[in-house]
Every structure is written in C-alpha cells, then in structure tokens.
C-alpha cells in the first residue's frame, strides 16, 4: 500500500468522468489519497477527449506545463489516459516531444492501471500500453464516485454507427452491452448505498442487448431497474433515433422512477446532409418520433445535439435544420459549429463551409432556439416540481440549485443540509436556460 497522493483532470463527456471515476477508486484501493492540486500531487492523470480539435490542443498544452513541476518534483509520475490516447499519431507526438510523460494508456485497459504503475516503477522508461477493442467487458471495478447520491452507471461500450463527423467508433470500439444482471447488481448496492439518481451511459443506450444471448431490451432493463427500491430517478444518455422503439416511449411512460426527459440527438434537418452524416434516419422520421414521444408523454422534456455547417450544408439545408427547431420545440440543445476531426470521413468531405457563414448560420440557430426554450420554461411558473438538491449555485452563493426530473435547473433558497435530498420547488419566476422557486411542502 503507499501513501501518495493522485490528482485526475478530466475533458469530455460523461462516459470519461466515470472512467475517472473508476481511475480514482483503483488508486484508492492501493492506498492513493487525492491531492489537492497539482503541486502536491505525485501522480497526475490526464484523461483525454478526442471528440474536438481544441480539447485536443488544451490536453498538448497542459502536458507541456508539467515539465515545470516534474523539474520541482522528481517523483512526480505523469500518467495520459482517454480517447485521445487511442489514436497512434498522437502517441507518437507524445513519445517524440513530451518526455515528462511516464505512462500512455487506452479507453480499454484502466483495469490494468495497477500493473502499470508497478511495471513504470521498475523500469523507469516511458510505458505506453493502448489496446485496440478487446471485446471484453471488465466488471468489478473499483469506483470512487464524485457525488453520493446521484451516480454514472454504464450499461454499454463502444458504438457501431460510424456517423461521419465522429470518431468515438474508432476510440471506443465496437458495441458491446453488459449483463443486467451485473448492471441490476450495481443498481442495488447504490441504492443500498444511499443514491437516489442514477444516469445509465452508453453512446446509444437504445442499441442495449444487441450483443447479449439474452436480448434484453433496453425498454425491459429500464423496466426492472425502476423496481429497484429506494432509485427514484432514473436517467440514461445518449439515444439514437433509428433505434428509439415504442417499446422504450411506454416503458418511459409507465415506469415512475425514470426521469421524463430524452435526450435525443438530431444533428441536421436536410435529409441530404443526414444521409451524408449518416445517421440512418430522416427529418421526417425524427418529426414523427417528436409527435410520438409527446403524444404518449405530454409532460416530457426533450433536448437535442445540433450540427451547424457541415460540409456541403446550403442555406436551403440549413433552413431544414431551423424548421425542426421550430416543430419540435426543444427545453435545450447543444449546439456545435462543424469542426473537422481528422480520422473521420467527413474530414475529406469537398464543400467544407467557411467559418463566416458557420457562424451566421450559428447565431441564426441560437435566435430561433432561445425564445422556444423560454416559452417551455414560462409554462412551469405556479407549478411545483421534484427537485433533487445538488449544490450552492455557481452565479449565487445565497441560492442553491438542483434539477427536476424534466432536468431543468432550478435556483432556490436552501441550506447545506438539503444536498441529496428530493425537495418539491414551487416555480416563481424562469430564464431561457433555468427557473427559480421555493421550497415548499
Ligand atoms: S451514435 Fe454517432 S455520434 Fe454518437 S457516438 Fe456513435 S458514431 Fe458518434
């Protein structure tokens, strides 16, 4: 056992802070504390995203800062993780110019942390250990989560719909679910353990089971998740539309404790640009879905990832985009100006679209989304929401916030003593992003 001290930074989505997650309660089990910054930190871990250019450079960027505190510190381990480290090219750019890093390793072996920082002790050279998709899912983990009562919980790796614009196919390999039975597991000692919420996290949850002898369904493991004494909301991320079946709108509906909101990435409304991203669906079928999901659930809240200026994206296209703004009526999005991400087809697309007009169109978007949003939220004023109790409120720390089941934020007086509990917020006033209430009983 040792007694060091480890600090983990963290870029990306949420499947890279469960994997920094798991890197924490591995260090702990071999008798790391976390340090409180980097200066007294004797192992530093850099879990990487590959997703955009810029999360890129800031990762090079901040690996270059650490030659400074590994001159200061000569027992300082520097370990690199993440996406990022999937792809060879940047490999080779670590080993040729960032000779302060002692440690490269993948998305598919952190289980093997352990070995790794024992075999860099005994050589004391450069270990680089990156395995393509093993196919095999790890479980048992140990896990030291951020939050004691809401929690990550992944029910899947991997993806198989090689959309053009991505590259998470190529750093986190093929789809692979894992056993409910292993997931209705971990979903009881959480609830044992005092969580409330639970985010089920695979890149397209709806494809859950495809792999398994069982075929359980995604609709079916929600189903005996929400049995699960003392779990009173259920949340799970990212679907795919060409998957997302009626079987899963009912389970949704029927189930209680799973959350009514959707995420559901629609990108692009031009079918031309669909086909070209391919994302096997068109806007018409994304319309129909909208109508679906509201029909069965009128209480839903739905949010969506939007692409703006993808190669070959006319105006024409573009207005496509803005008409299913405008139809579906999103509570939020996350909007993206296209960047290209070498390594994926798009990347070698003809027709990229300047940055002037990606921006205008951008800007277009932000106007047509914004007032939508606002009006969904002008809806929840006079009426009293669940809200689970996160936090003091970043802008002001006289307010804390939390989220309702639809996973809007809300703002409200509170105390201390009220992180992690369910409380019922009447709504007073709202935003285009947040609302506001009270407590009351
Ligand atoms: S569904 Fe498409 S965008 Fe999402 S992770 Fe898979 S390839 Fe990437």
Same mark, same amino acid.
């Given at each position: ?74 027992? #300082? ?42 075999? &860099? ?65 971990? @979903? ?11 985010? #089920? ?62 995420? #559901? ?59 299913? @703004? ?11 100006? &296209? ?103």
């Amino acid at each position: 056992m040792t007694n060091k001290r480890y600090l983990i930074e963290t870029w990306g989505c949420q499947m890279n802070e469960h994997d920094s997650e798991k890197i924490s309660g591995i260090l702990r089990s071999l008798g790391y504390k976390e340090a409180e910054n980097r200066n007294n930190a004797d192992l530093i871990i850099f879990n990487t995203c590959l997703v955009r250019e810029n999360a890129e450079l800031k990762v090079y960027g901040n690996i270059g800062e650490l030659k400074r505190l590994k001159r200061k510190n000569k027992d #300082l381990t520097v370990a690199i993780c993440g996406c990022m480290m999937q792809k060879k090219e940047v490999r080779d750019v670590i080993r040729e110019k960032y000779k302060q890093v002692d440690i490269i390793f993948g998305t598919h072996n952190i289980h093997k942390l352990p070995e790794l920082l024992e075999n &860099y002790r005994q050589s004391d050279n450069m270990l680089i250990d990156v395995w393509e998709d093993s196919g095999e899912i790890i479980e048992q983990i140990p896990t030291k989560r951020k939050y004691d009562y809401k929690a990550f919980l992944n029910i899947m790796y991997g993806c198989n719909n090689f959309c053009t614009y991505c590259i998470v196919p190529y750093t986190r390999g093929r789809e692979k679910s894992r056993n409910p039975e292993e997931i209705l597991k971990e @979903v009881n000692r959480l609830a044992k353990e005092g969580f409330k919420e639970i985010t #089920l996290l695979g890149q397209n949850v709806n494809s859950y089971g495809k792999t398994l002898n069982s075929k359980m369904t995604f609709a079916e493991l929600l189903r005996k998740i929400n049995e699960v004494d003392g779990i009173k909301r259920i949340r799970f991320m990212t679907s795919h539309p060409k998957d997302l079946s009626d079987e899963l709108i009912y389970a949704i509906r029927d189930c209680e404790n799973i959350c009514k909101h959707i995420h #559901l990435p629609f990108q692009a409304g031009s079918n031309k640009i669909l086909k070209l991203m391919n994302r096997k669906y068109t806007k018409e079928q994304y319309l129909d879905l909208m109508y679906k999901i509201r029909q069965e659930i009128p209480e839903i809240a739905i949010t969506t990832d939007i692409i703006v200026g993808f190669p070959n994206e006319t105006e024409k296209d573009f207005e496509e985009t803005l008409d299913v @703004v405008r139809k579906s009526r999103f509570d939020s999005a996350f909007t993206f100006l &296209y960047s290209v991400r070498e390594g994926t087809p798009a990347a070698k697309m003809e027709n990229q679209i300047p940055d002037k007009v990606k921006h205008e169109r951008f800007q277009k978007l932000l106007d047509t989304l914004h007032p939508i949003s606002y009006e969904n939220n002008k809806r929840t004023i006079g009426k009293t929401f669940d809200v689970l109790v996160e936090g003091v409120s970043k802008n002001d720390d006289t307010m804390y916030t939390g989220r309702t089941g639809t996973n809007k934020l809300v703002h409200f007086k509170a105390n201390e003593e009220f992180i992690g509990k369910i409380v019922n917020v009447k709504i007073n006033s709202v935003k285009t992003w947040s609302l506001q209430g009270e407590i009351v009983d």
